[in-house]
């Protein structure tokens, strides 16, 4: 299947997260030799009281418990936000083959961003990386949902003042 079938899940695994209140990233892990969707995960920091619960961890951590190993080594990882330094850590520990995102992210991104993880000389696995389509869809995405959460603090801001 192409590359744009399982961006479009991945957008919509984020839309379910910023639904729940989470900030909007979905994450798709698919053997690219039967196209079957092994994990899939949105964010979850907050429901799941865990720091760590980013959309690609949690699809990490989903695979590597359905295939019954660590080592992810063949697989391609769809997300929709340029993975942080967390995600592309483990990433590399997988092994996951390619990487394919959607929207860059110039704060907290450590892909084509901030470090270039993949491109340290510490690294040693370095995936291939894809930037996929769906970029607008997915920044818009993030921008509204911000958008929302600073408006609701405002408004809250002004309950209090009244």
């Known amino acids: ?3 744009r ?21 979905g994450a798709v892990i698919v053997s690219p030799e039967t196209g079957e969707v092994i994990a ?7 429901s799941g009281h865990d ?6 961890i ?9 295939l019954n190993n660590y080592r992810l080594f063949g697989l391609d990882l769809y997300v929709t936000l340029e993975p942080c330094a967390m995600c592309a850590g483990a990433i ?3 092994r996951i083959r390619r990487v394919i995102f959607c929207a860059e992210d110039e ?11 993949f491109d340290q000389p510490t690294c040693h696995w370095h995936p291939e990386i894809t930037r996929g389509e769906l970029a607008d869809e997915s920044a818009e995405l993030l ?14 801001s002004d309950e209090q003042l009244s």
């Not at 899939?40 to 907050?46: D, K, L, Q, T």
């Open 51 to 56: 720091p760590t619960a980013h959309a690609e």
């Open 40 to 46: 899939e995960a949105h964010n979850a920091p907050i």
């Open 143 to 156: 921008r509204d949902f911000f958008r929302a959460r600073r408006k609701k603090k405002s408004d809250e």
């Open 58 to 66: 949690l699809a990490l951590r989903k695979a590597a418990e359905k």
């Open 1 to 3: 299947m192409p590359d």
């Open 107 to 117: 704060k907290g991104g450590a892909v084509i961003n901030g470090v270039k993880f």
């Open 92 to 94: 590399a520990n997988a």
């Open 5 to 25: 079938h399982f961006l479009e899940r991945a957008l919509e695994l984020a839309r379910r997260g910023a639904e729940a209140g989470e900030v909007p990233v």
